[in-house]
C-alpha cells in the first residue's frame, strides 16, 4: 500500500507540478498558435519560407519548452517512488509506440476524483507518458513533414550531433540538418528551405500538430488533477507561499506572423 508523502516532500512534489501545469499550458498556447499559423499558410504556393519558420518553432516548443517541463513531472514522480508514495508505475505504457500509446492515453479510465496522494501521483505518470510523447514522435514528425527531413529528438543519439557538452549547439546542428538553422534570413531571401520533392506534407504536419495539441490538453488536465488533489494536503498559508515560488519558466517563444 502507498504511504503518504512527508510535508517536505509533499511541498517538494507539489511546487514541481505547479512550475509543470504552468510551462506546459504555455506550451500548448504556443503550439494553438502554430496550428493557426500552419492552417493559414499551408495552402500559400509560395509558403515554404513560412512552413520553414513554423517546423523551426514547433521543435523550439518540444526541444526546449516541453523539454522543461517533462524533467519537473519526472522530479515529482521520482520522490513519490523512492518514498514508496506510489501504488504503481504503468510500465506497459512506457513500451508502447507512440501512435498505440496516444490511443492508450486517451482511452485510460483513472478516478474521475482523486482523494489520495497516491492517486493523484498515477495523474503525474500518465502525464509525463503525455508530454515525452509529444518530444519523442508528435512534434518531431510533424517539423519531418514540413521540412522533409529527420528531426532532432533530445535523448536520441543518432538524431543529434554529438556534443553532449553543448545542447544548443547540437540542436542548432541537427536543425541545420534539415535545413532549419536560420530559418529568419530564409524568410527574408525568400529562398526555399529545402527542395519542395524532398517529402512535404504540410496536411500531415498539421494532422500530427492537432494530435499534439489534444495529448498536451490531456497532460494539463492531468497535472491540474494532481495539483488541486496534493493542495488538499497542506495548510492555505504554505499553500499560497508555494505558489508564489512557482513562478512560470522562460523558454523560446515562437514567432508570430
Same mark, same amino acid.
Given at each position: 500500500?502507498?504511504?503518504?508523502?512527508?510535508?517536505?516532500?509533499?511541498?517538494?512534489?507539489?511546487?514541481?507540478?505547479?512550475?509543470?501545469?504552468?510551462?506546459?499550458?504555455?506550451?500548448?498556447?504556443?503550439?494553438?498558435?502554430?496550428?493557426?499559423?500552419?492552417?493559414?499558410?499551408?495552402?500559400?504556393?509560395?509558403?515554404?519560407?513560412?512552413?520553414?519558420?513554423?517546423?523551426?518553432?514547433?521543435?523550439?516548443?518540444?526541444?526546449?519548452?516541453?523539454?522543461?517541463?517533462?524533467?519537473?513531472?519526472?522530479?515529482?514522480?521520482?520522490?513519490?517512488?523512492?518514498?514508496?508514495?506510489?501504488?504503481?508505475?504503468?510500465?506497459?505504457?512506457?513500451?508502447?509506440?507512440?501512435?498505440?500509446?496516444?490511443?492508450?492515453?486517451?482511452?485510460?479510465?483513472?478516478?474521475?476524483?482523486?482523494?489520495?496522494?497516491?492517486?493523484?501521483?498515477?495523474?503525474?505518470?500518465?502525464?509525463?507518458?503525455?508530454?515525452?510523447?509529444?518530444?519523442?514522435?508528435? %512534434?518531431? *514528425?510533424?517539423?519531418?513533414?514540413?521540412?522533409?527531413? /529527420?528531426?532532432?529528438?533530445?535523448?536520441? +543519439?543518432?538524431? @543529434? =550531433? &554529438?556534443?553532449?557538452?553543448?545542447?544548443?549547439?547540437?540542436?542548432?546542428?541537427?536543425?541545420?540538418?534539415?535545413?532549419?538553422?536560420?530559418?529568419?534570413?530564409?524568410?527574408?531571401?525568400?529562398?526555399?528551405?529545402?527542395?519542395?520533392?524532398?517529402?512535404?506534407?504540410?496536411?500531415?504536419?498539421?494532422?500530427?500538430?492537432?494530435?499534439?495539441?489534444?495529448?498536451?490538453?490531456?497532460?494539463?488536465?492531468?497535472?491540474?488533477?494532481?495539483?488541486?488533489? %496534493?493542495? *488538499?494536503?497542506?495548510?492555505?498559508?504554505?499553500?499560497? /507561499?508555494?505558489?508564489?515560488?512557482?513562478? +512560470?519558466?522562460? @523558454? =523560446? &517563444?515562437?514567432?508570430?506572423?
Amino acid at each position: 500500500m502507498a504511504r503518504e508523502l512527508s510535508k517536505k516532500n509533499l511541498e517538494m512534489v507539489l511546487m514541481q507540478a505547479m512550475m509543470a501545469a504552468k510551462n506546459v499550458r504555455t506550451q500548448h498556447d504556443r503550439l494553438l498558435e502554430l496550428r493557426r499559423r500552419l492552417q493559414r499558410h499551408q495552402a500559400d504556393a509560395d509558403a515554404d519560407a513560412k512552413l520553414g519558420e513554423i517546423a523551426s518553432d514547433v521543435f523550439k516548443v518540444y526541444y526546449f519548452g516541453l523539454d522543461a517541463g517533462a524533467k519537473m513531472l519526472s522530479v515529482c514522480l521520482k520522490i513519490a517512488v523512492e518514498n514508496l508514495a506510489v501504488s504503481t508505475v504503468n510500465i506497459a505504457f512506457a513500451l508502447m509506440p507512440g501512435e498505440q500509446l496516444y490511443d492508450a492515453l486517451l482511452a485510460q479510465r483513472l478516478p474521475a476524483r482523486p482523494t489520495t496522494q497516491a492517486q493523484a501521483i498515477a495523474r503525474v505518470d500518465s502525464a509525463i507518458l503525455a508530454v515525452m510523447m509529444l518530444g519523442e514522435h508528435h %512534434l518531431p *514528425r510533424c517539423v519531418e513533414c514540413l521540412v522533409g527531413g /529527420r528531426a532532432p529528438v533530445r535523448g536520441k +543519439p543518432d538524431s @543529434s =550531433p &554529438d556534443r553532449d557538452d553543448d545542447p544548443v549547439a547540437a540542436a542548432t546542428e541537427g536543425l541545420a540538418k534539415v535545413g532549419l538553422s536560420d530559418a529568419s534570413a530564409t524568410a527574408k531571401t525568400g529562398s526555399k528551405p529545402r527542395d519542395t520533392a524532398s517529402g512535404r506534407d504540410a496536411d500531415k504536419a498539421l494532422d500530427y500538430l492537432c494530435r499534439a495539441i489534444r495529448m498536451t490538453t490531456l497532460a494539463i488536465k492531468h497535472i491540474d488533477v494532481v495539483v488541486a488533489v %496534493l493542495s *488538499r494536503f497542506l495548510d492555505p498559508d504554505e499553500l499560497a /507561499r508555494l505558489a508564489e515560488i512557482s513562478q +512560470p519558466t522562460t @523558454s =523560446p &517563444d515562437p514567432s508570430t506572423d
